[in-house]
């Protein structure tokens, strides 16, 4: 059983803005009615008094349920509008830390492939899987070596678009799949195995984690502020394993 984590850290906070280390596999906002609690509830909660004074909260970066890592909420529409145009003009930087299987060929590695929802162009199990395409949106991401953990590797990752599921597919795309990736790890059965059965002793096997060793580790835009989350400590049982 994989226990909903709802024990977000926040990183800092403005009158305009709140900065937060998401866990895993905690959602981000509800996806459909009966969802366990997510961190739009739990900010609701926190904030209550702001809420209750005209707060507005909007989640400016989304993460994956099982990804970890910093997510920036703005607390009224103005402030919600000058990250949104931010974001759009790529003016925010975001890196990543991935524990991946492999070891990549050179230190520094740029991935550009075009990403579409597999469905789109083939028959897919899973609703959400992308994959490169040729037909996709053009997607780019920076991969860098950090660390050589055994046979895992640790890695920094900058993407350079936001397309869906994008540093996971394209960590896939060079053969460095992400550790505990259920969808583009190194089998995606582990997936529809663990919608069927919940989490297992065979998936563990499998998996290693329970959750994809992807973090959003560290966030900035000029004369607003920079932040970073804490490596998890999950992401410490690959080293025991290696």
């Not at 984590?5 to 509800?30: G, M, S």
């Not at 990804?67 to 890196?95: C, D, L, P, W």
């Not at 290693?208 to 966030?219: F, K, V």
Request: hydrophobic content about 40%; aromatic content about 6%.
């Amino acid at each position: 059983m994989i226990v909903n984590n709802t024990n977000f850290e926040v990183l800092c906070e403005t009158e305009d803005f709140i900065v937060v280390n998401k866990p895993a596999p905690l959602l981000v906002h509800p996806s459909v009615p009966g969802n366990p609690p997510t961190l739009l509830d739990g900010l609701k909660d926190l904030l209550a008094y702001d809420i209750a004074n005209g707060a507005r909260l909007s989640i400016i970066n989304r993460l994956d349920r099982e990804t970890s890592g910093i997510v920036i909420v703005a607390k009224n529409k103005t402030t919600a509008r000058e990250f949104g145009i931010a974001m759009q003009q790529r003016q925010i930087t975001k890196e990543y830390l991935a524990l991946v299987h492999g070891t990549p060929q050179e230190k520094k590695i740029t991935v550009e492939a075009p990403i579409l929802r597999a469905g789109d162009v083939g028959e897919s199990k899973i609703w959400v899987k992308q994959i490169p395409h040729p037909d996709g949106k053009p997607s780019i991401t920076k991969f860098e070596l950090i660390e050589k953990i055994g046979s895992f590797s640790l890695l920094k990752a900058i993407p350079e678009t936001g397309r869906m599921h994008q540093i996971r597919v394209h960590s896939l795309h060079v053969n460095l799949p992400i550790v505990g990736d259920k969808i583009y790890g190194v089998n995606e059965s582990c997936y529809l195995k663990f919608i069927e059965t919940g989490w297992t002793k065979e998936l563990e096997s499998e998996l290693i984690l329970p959750r994809q060793a992807l973090h959003c580790h560290r966030m900035s835009l000029e004369g607003v502020g920079k932040w970073e989350a804490p490596v998890p400590n999950s992401f410490k049982t690959c080293r025991a394993a290696s």
